[in-house]
């Protein structure tokens, strides 16, 4: 049987390989991967173009990059304000808002694709691929929709949980189309290298924290929807002076840099129990959840997936979660302690907190059972539940 001819478009924004990172981008480079390992995909995957990306494609056999080149700044900023004007006038038009998406079109017009598959960026506006691709356009849900959202010439729908889906059904325009539910996955492998005793003791020593402390870890963004400073309220109000809490992450704009400044006050009155890391590299975060006793992930906004309690789930850290859009979808209760986001969240935390804390029995069985339950999630249950969800689907 001949491999299905799949065709990726990438958001356009960051290369792929993820030579600068992004969420997407690296999720599209684990389909990558695997079909070096599995080939059961005839994949092409569109990118900006990018000369570091374009050295790192090379080495792959199994996917045929295609790189599109920028438009200069005047022309694409022209443009975009001409398409946002012409959207206003005539609110019914499908006009694609991005010069790239245009200049994929004209890449890939002329191959026969099973499938053409849009991983996130916009939704609206690709009349032009569905004349060509008519019935074999499919979107890949990555943020949780919160508005109306024009979709309908996408034939089939992949969300990264059951919560997403759900806001997609509700804010999409288009309800003829086949919706999918398709959980994330990640290298679960970089996630499960340890550190010696000694590194251990040594990262840890870094930050003021010896062996008997319980260091509690968040890792992400910092601003206001990741609920830090309720978590950072939490450790205060916890006069145990073994639990410690490492913030790993750091403010990416303006506004979160003033919550951060604010956070960090209140951090104060906890004296040296509270550590902020800043800037982690990605290729080195898994030394920290490896220094760290258990994970909290206070969202208080709607997380479409999990992500980051897969890597934490990997490393075998127990895990504390607000019941956050789709993130109860990746727990599970053998592992992890769910709280709700009301008013009391900050005391649910800290009683979470001093739970584990306490019963290191029940940290050893939380940590055991995480390290199995992240496979589910990984790079290679990922790319067997794409395949098979486009195997089941497309339309021959």
């Not at 939704?123 to 499919?138: E, I, Q, T």
């Not at 145990?240 to 490492?246: F, Q, R, T, W």
């Not at 109860?328 to 979470?352: F, M, N, W």
């Not at 804390?357 to 939380?366: F, G, L, V, W």
Request: hydrophobic share 40%; aromatic share 10%; with cysteine.
């Amino acid at each position: 049987m001949s491999l299905l001819r799949v065709c990726v478009v990438s958001p356009g924004e960051l290369p792929v390989p993820a030579t600068r990172g992004g969420a997407i981008e690296t999720l599209i480079m684990s389909l990558v991967t695997c079909n070096e390992k599995k080939h059961q995909l005839d994949l092409t995957v569109t990118s900006v173009a990018d000369s570091e990306a374009q050295q790192q494609a090379a080495r792959y056999r199994n996917t045929r990059f295609l790189f599109i080149k920028q438009s200069a700044r005047i022309p694409d900023t022209i443009y975009h304000y001409w398409q946002a004007v012409w959207k206003r006038v005539f609110p019914k038009s499908h006009i694609m808002s991005s010069l790239y998406y245009r200049k994929v079109l004209k890449a890939i017009r002329g191959n026969h694709y099973d499938a053409v598959i849009f991983e996130g960026g916009e939704s609206y506006g690709f009349a032009a691929y569905n004349r060509v691709f008519h019935g074999k356009l499919w979107y890949h849900v990555h943020a949780t929709p919160v508005r109306r959202t024009p979709s309908a010439t996408f034939n089939d729908v992949l969300a990264i949980s059951e919560y997403v889906a759900q806001q997609w059904s509700k804010w999409c325009t288009d309800h003829n189309q086949h919706l999918h539910v398709l959980h994330n996955g990640i290298n679960t492998a970089a996630f499960k290298q340890t550190l010696t005793i000694g590194e251990r003791a040594q990262l840890r020593a870094q930050y003021g924290f010896s062996d008997n402390d319980f260091v509690v870890m968040y890792c992400g963004r910092l601003f206001s929807g990741k609920g830090v400073k309720e978590l950072v309220e939490a450790v205060v109000s916890i006069k145990d002076p073994n639990i410690k809490l490492l913030v790993v992450g750091y403010a990416h704009d303006t506004d979160a840099k003033r919550y951060e400044q604010e956070i960090k006050d209140i951090a104060q009155s906890a004296g040296d129990r509270i550590c902020f890391t800043g800037y982690v590299p990605n290729a080195d975060v898994w030394r920290y959840y490896n220094a760290s006793d258990v994970q909290v992930i206070p969202s208080l906004w709607e997380e479409g997936a999990g992500n980051i309690c897969i890597e934490g789930m990997a490393a075998g850290l127990p895990i504390i979660a607000t019941r956050s859009g789709g993130m109860p979808e990746y727990l599970a209760p053998e592992c992890s302690i769910l709280v709700d986001k009301g008013p009391q969240l900050v005391h649910d935390l800290a009683v979470a907190i001093t739970v584990l804390q306490k019963d290191p029995q029940r940290c050893e069985a939380m940590s055991a059972f995480a390290r199995k339950h992240a496979e589910l999630f990984s790079e290679d249950a990922y790319y067997t539940a794409y395949v098979r969800l486009l195997n089941t689907f497309i339309q021959h």
